[in-house]
Protein backbone atom coordinates (compact mmCIF):
# COMPACT_ATOMS: atom_id res chain seq x y z
CA UNK A 1 0.00 0.00 0.00
CA UNK A 2 2.99 2.21 1.13
CA UNK A 3 4.69 1.67 -2.70
CA UNK A 4 0.61 1.96 -4.37
CA UNK A 5 -0.09 5.67 -2.27
CA UNK A 6 3.49 6.88 -3.47
CA UNK A 7 3.55 5.65 -6.87
CA UNK A 8 0.41 7.67 -7.17
CA UNK A 9 1.75 10.63 -5.90
CA UNK A 10 -0.68 10.25 -3.18
CA UNK A 11 1.73 11.22 0.20
CA UNK A 12 -0.82 12.10 2.76
CA UNK A 13 -1.98 8.25 2.53
CA UNK A 14 1.55 7.16 1.95
CA UNK A 15 2.72 8.79 5.05
CA UNK A 16 -0.07 7.47 6.75
CA UNK A 17 0.86 3.97 5.95
CA UNK A 18 4.51 4.59 7.01
CA UNK A 19 3.23 5.71 10.64
CA UNK A 20 1.28 2.92 10.66
CA UNK A 21 4.09 0.45 10.30
CA UNK A 22 6.09 2.20 12.28
CA UNK A 23 3.35 2.04 15.49
CA UNK A 24 2.71 -1.31 14.71
CA UNK A 25 6.85 -2.09 15.08
CA UNK A 26 7.08 0.12 18.24
CA UNK A 27 3.40 -1.47 19.67
CA UNK A 28 5.03 -5.27 18.97
CA UNK A 29 8.62 -4.08 20.90
CA UNK A 30 6.01 -2.92 24.29
CA UNK A 31 3.46 -5.81 23.90
CA UNK A 32 5.68 -8.92 22.44
CA UNK A 33 3.74 -11.77 22.66
CA UNK A 34 2.72 -11.41 26.06
CA UNK A 35 -1.21 -11.68 25.22
CA UNK A 36 -0.66 -15.68 23.98
CA UNK A 37 1.99 -16.25 26.68
CA UNK A 38 -0.51 -15.45 29.06
CA UNK A 39 -3.17 -17.50 27.35
CA UNK A 40 -1.17 -20.91 27.21
CA UNK A 41 0.05 -19.60 31.16
CA UNK A 42 -3.63 -19.56 32.26
CA UNK A 43 -3.81 -23.14 30.01
CA UNK A 44 -1.10 -24.00 32.01
CA UNK A 45 1.12 -25.27 28.93
CA UNK A 46 4.04 -23.77 30.03
CA UNK A 47 6.15 -25.30 27.13
CA UNK A 48 4.43 -23.24 24.95
CA UNK A 49 4.37 -20.18 27.51
CA UNK A 50 7.96 -20.29 27.65
CA UNK A 51 8.41 -20.27 24.43
CA UNK A 52 6.33 -17.43 23.69
CA UNK A 53 8.39 -15.47 26.55
CA UNK A 54 11.83 -16.18 25.08
CA UNK A 55 11.12 -14.72 21.83
CA UNK A 56 10.83 -11.15 23.90
CA UNK A 57 14.42 -10.33 23.18
CA UNK A 58 14.52 -7.17 25.52
CA UNK A 59 12.14 -7.96 29.07
CA UNK A 60 13.31 -4.09 29.36
CA UNK A 61 11.46 -2.34 25.95
CA UNK A 62 7.87 -3.89 27.75
CA UNK A 63 5.25 -1.44 28.65
CA UNK A 64 5.38 -1.59 32.75
CA UNK A 65 1.98 -3.24 32.67
CA UNK A 66 3.48 -5.72 30.32
CA UNK A 67 6.59 -6.17 32.33
CA UNK A 68 5.42 -6.77 35.81
CA UNK A 69 3.60 -10.02 33.81
CA UNK A 70 6.02 -10.88 32.12
CA UNK A 71 8.09 -11.39 35.16
CA UNK A 72 5.23 -12.98 36.82
CA UNK A 73 4.65 -15.44 34.19
CA UNK A 74 8.37 -16.31 34.15
CA UNK A 75 8.37 -16.67 37.79
CA UNK A 76 6.10 -19.26 37.28
CA UNK A 77 7.92 -21.37 34.44
CA UNK A 78 10.95 -21.16 37.17
CA UNK A 79 8.76 -22.67 39.79
CA UNK A 80 7.48 -25.28 37.70
CA UNK A 81 10.81 -26.53 36.56
CA UNK A 82 12.24 -26.37 40.16
CA UNK A 83 14.98 -23.59 39.39
CA UNK A 84 14.08 -21.64 42.32
CA UNK A 85 16.49 -18.90 42.23
CA UNK A 86 15.59 -17.97 38.71
CA UNK A 87 11.64 -17.97 40.07
CA UNK A 88 12.43 -15.72 42.99
CA UNK A 89 14.44 -12.95 40.86
CA UNK A 90 11.27 -12.90 38.54
CA UNK A 91 9.06 -12.79 41.31
CA UNK A 92 10.84 -10.16 43.06
CA UNK A 93 11.07 -8.09 39.76
CA UNK A 94 7.28 -8.54 39.35
CA UNK A 95 6.59 -6.94 42.37
CA UNK A 96 8.31 -3.85 41.08
CA UNK A 97 5.72 -3.13 38.38
CA UNK A 98 2.57 -2.66 38.04
CA UNK A 99 0.17 -6.11 37.82
CA UNK A 100 -3.47 -6.65 36.91
CA UNK A 101 -4.86 -6.93 40.70
CA UNK A 102 -3.43 -6.58 44.12
CA UNK A 103 -4.01 -10.05 44.50
CA UNK A 104 -1.75 -10.97 41.66
CA UNK A 105 0.88 -8.57 43.47
CA UNK A 106 0.13 -10.52 46.71
CA UNK A 107 0.65 -13.52 45.23
CA UNK A 108 4.16 -13.01 43.61
CA UNK A 109 4.87 -11.30 47.21
CA UNK A 110 4.06 -14.85 48.89
CA UNK A 111 6.01 -16.86 46.24
CA UNK A 112 9.14 -14.81 47.29
CA UNK A 113 8.42 -15.56 50.63
CA UNK A 114 7.45 -19.03 50.15
CA UNK A 115 10.76 -19.66 48.17
CA UNK A 116 12.80 -17.93 51.16
CA UNK A 117 11.56 -20.22 53.46
CA UNK A 118 12.59 -22.98 51.26
CA UNK A 119 16.12 -21.67 51.08
CA UNK A 120 15.94 -20.65 55.21
CA UNK A 121 15.74 -16.85 54.50
CA UNK A 122 13.13 -16.70 56.93
CA UNK A 123 13.75 -12.68 57.96
CA UNK A 124 13.51 -12.52 54.24
CA UNK A 125 10.23 -14.28 54.17
CA UNK A 126 8.65 -12.41 56.85
CA UNK A 127 9.27 -8.99 55.38
CA UNK A 128 7.93 -10.06 52.30
CA UNK A 129 4.83 -11.26 54.12
CA UNK A 130 4.50 -7.83 55.79
CA UNK A 131 4.47 -5.89 52.63
CA UNK A 132 1.56 -8.71 50.99
CA UNK A 133 -0.10 -8.00 54.01
CA UNK A 134 -0.27 -4.16 53.62
CA UNK A 135 -3.11 -4.28 51.23
CA UNK A 136 -4.98 -6.84 53.70
CA UNK A 137 -8.42 -5.45 52.74
CA UNK A 138 -8.43 -6.02 49.14
CA UNK A 139 -6.75 -9.62 49.29
CA UNK A 140 -8.92 -12.46 49.05
CA UNK A 141 -10.04 -15.10 52.01
CA UNK A 142 -7.53 -17.83 50.15
CA UNK A 143 -4.48 -15.84 49.80
CA UNK A 144 -4.87 -14.47 53.42
CA UNK A 145 -5.26 -18.13 54.36
CA UNK A 146 -1.82 -18.75 52.39
CA UNK A 147 -0.09 -16.06 54.13
CA UNK A 148 -1.14 -17.50 57.60
CA UNK A 149 0.10 -20.84 56.86
CA UNK A 150 3.52 -19.81 55.33
CA UNK A 151 3.87 -17.43 58.88
CA UNK A 152 2.93 -20.40 60.92
CA UNK A 153 5.77 -22.85 59.13
CA UNK A 154 8.33 -19.35 59.95
CA UNK A 155 7.26 -19.84 63.53
CA UNK A 156 8.20 -23.38 63.75
CA UNK A 157 11.93 -21.97 62.63
Known amino acids: MLVFFTYQHVYQLAAFCLMMIVLIIVEYFRQGTLVLAAKYYHLKDYQKTEELLNQVKKPEW ?3 KRRGFYEYMMGGICLQRHDFDAAERHYEL ?45 ITA ?16
Open 62 to 64: LSK
Open 94 to 138: ATQFPLRTVNDHVAALVHVANISIRQGNYEKAEAYLQLALKDREK
Open 142 to 157: KMISVIDRLRQEIKKH
